[in-house]
C-alpha cells in the first residue's frame, strides 16, 4: 500500500503564513507578541547573557513585537548588551550594531527599523544568544523566513551563540521538504504557546 507525504515547501509556506499574520486583528498581534514576551522574561536561558542579538518589528508585515522585551532588558539587565542589524542588498549581509535607548532608528526600503550612526560591533564570536524572526518553523528546528538569506549566512558565522526563533504560531504538522545545506536549524523557537527545544533533534 503506498505511503503518501505531504511536502510543505517553502514558497508555500511562506505564502501561507504571511496572509495568516495579515488576517490577526491588531489585538490578536499584540496578544501573541505580549505572550511570547513573557516568556522570555521567565527564561532561564537569559541568565547568563552578555551579548544579545535581536530584530525590531517590522509593522507592516506583524512581526513580533519585542519592545516591552527590549525595555525591560535595559530597565532590568543593564549588564546585557543588545545589538541589531543593518542589512546591505547587494550582497544579502547583515553588520551589526550596539542598540541602546539612544540609538537613532530609520526604517530602510522593507519597512525594517535600522540603527543610524550606532557603534558598529564586530566580533561575532562574542554573541551569545540571537532572536530570530521567521514566518514558520518545523519539528526539526528548520525555519522559513523571507527567502532573501540574510540570517543564514549570519547564523553560519556563530556556531557558538544560541539561535532562538521568534514565531507567532505553533510548529508546522510536517517537514519543510526543501531544506538546503546551508540552512541553519535553530536551537530553540519561542511561540505564544510554548518553547520549543531542538537539542534532541540535533543529536
Not at 54 to 79: A, C, R, S, V
Not at 120 to 125: G, R, V
Not at 138 to 167: M, N
Amino acid at each position: 500500500m503506498p505511503v503518501f507525504v505531504f511536502l510543505m515547501l517553502k514558497k508555500e509556506i511562506r505564502s501561507i503564513y504571511k496572509q495568516k499574520r495579515q488576517n490577526l486583528s491588531e489585538t490578536e498581534w499584540r496578544l501573541k507578541s505580549r505572550a511570547i514576551t513573557e516568556k522570555l522574561w521567565q527564561w532561564e536561558k537569559l541568565e547568563k547573557i552578555k551579548f544579545l542579538h535581536l530584530f525590531l518589528p517590522i509593522q507592516k508585515q506583524k512581526e513580533p513585537n519585542l519592545w516591552d522585551f527590549i525595555h525591560w532588558i535595559w530597565q532590568e539587565k543593564p549588564q546585557v548588551t543588545l545589538l541589531i542589524s543593518r542589512t546591505h542588498i547587494h550582497d544579502y549581509t547583515l553588520s551589526h550594531y550596539i542598540f541602546t535607548a539612544h540609538t537613532f532608528l530609520q526604517e530602510n526600503a522593507w519597512g525594517v527599523p535600522e540603527p543610524i550612526s550606532a557603534q558598529p560591533f564586530e566580533n561575532l564570536s562574542e554573541i551569545d544568544m540571537i532572536l530570530i524572526p521567521l514566518l514558520a518553523f518545523d519539528e526539526k528546528g528548520y525555519r522559513v523566513g523571507y527567502g532573501k538569506g540574510f540570517y543564514d549566512k549570519f547564523l553560519a558565522q556563530c556556531p557558538q551563540a544560541l539561535k532562538v526563533g521568534i514565531s507567532l504560531f505553533d510548529v508546522l504538522d510536517e517537514p519543510i521538504s526543501d531544506i538546503d545545506d546551508f540552512d541553519v536549524p535553530l536551537d530553540f523557537c519561542i511561540t505564544p504557546q510554548a518553547i520549543y527545544d531542538f537539542s534532541s533533534a540535533k543529536s
